[in-house]
T-cell receptor, first 112, second 114 residues
């Protein structure tokens, strides 16, 4: 059974810092991995999708990497802004199942 | 671009009542997923449909049922509601046929059971 963890659980940084969020998964037989952002009480916004054959994806100030063999993905946020404050969720889809398994998320606060 | 639509956005029910949540996927998406997110928790997968057939099942209680219709919209039916069913219910859709299968989430329905 796939299990997904994320560290840190919470992170508070001053504006402008570069930061890294970590996601680990137990079953390396994945189909893809997706990073989401969730604002309090709101829906999930897709940030980046990495297919199992890919090593990284980039979108603007965001860069996500995938290392299947070690069961890890990282989300790198460059030059953080207060508007980046949200919970970031990592979700993994295994080859054996159709659904995503979500991590518990990292709650990010970027201070002006 | 069109997004996933969910209705209603908010719903208040009493214990033992029934509720029906609706989801309209992005046009031409062939797969719909339902998730439940309790307060302070990560989303938990309930059930999914591919081309109107149930494709996977997660931690969905027997009191809940779902289906996908010919126009690809989906409904989640919840009966004998319990206080613990209070949560955000998300629908997501994807285009499995491309192989990319990126999931797009709707805004959610907030269900409160009193």
């Amino acid at each position: 059974k796939q299990e997904v963890t994320q560290i840190p659980a919470a992170l508070s940084v001053p504006e402008g810092e570069n930061l890294v969020l970590n996601c680990s998964f137990t079953d390396s037989a994945i189909y893809n991995l997706q990073w989401f952002r969730q604002d309090p009480g709101k829906g999930l916004t897709s940030l980046l999708l990495i297919q199992s054959s890919q090593r990284e994806q980039t979108s603007g100030r965001l860069n996500a990497s995938l290392d299947k063999s070690s069961g890890r993905s990282t989300l790198y946020i460059a030059a953080s802004q207060p508007g980046d404050s949200a919970t970031y969720l990592c979700a993994v889809k295994s080859i054996s199942g159709q659904n995503f398994v979500f991590g518990p998320g990292t709650r990010l606060s970027v201070l002006p | 671009a069109a997004g996933v639509i969910q209705s209603p956005r908010h719903l208040i029910k009493e214990k033992r009542e029934t509720a029906t949540l609706k989801c309209y996927p992005i046009p031409r998406h062939d797969t719909v997923y339902w998730y439940q997110q309790g307060p302070g928790q990560d989303p938990q997968f309930l059930i999914s449909f591919y081309e109107k057939m149930q494709s996977d099942k997660g931690s969905i209680p027997d009191r809940f049922s779902a289906q996908q219709f010919s126009d690809y919209h989906s409904e989640l039916n919840m009966s004998s509601l319990e206080l613990g069913d209070s949560a955000l219910y998300f629908c997501a859709s994807s285009l499995w046929a491309t192989g990319r299968d990126e999931q797009y989430f709707g805004p959610g329905t907030r269900l409160t059971v009193t």
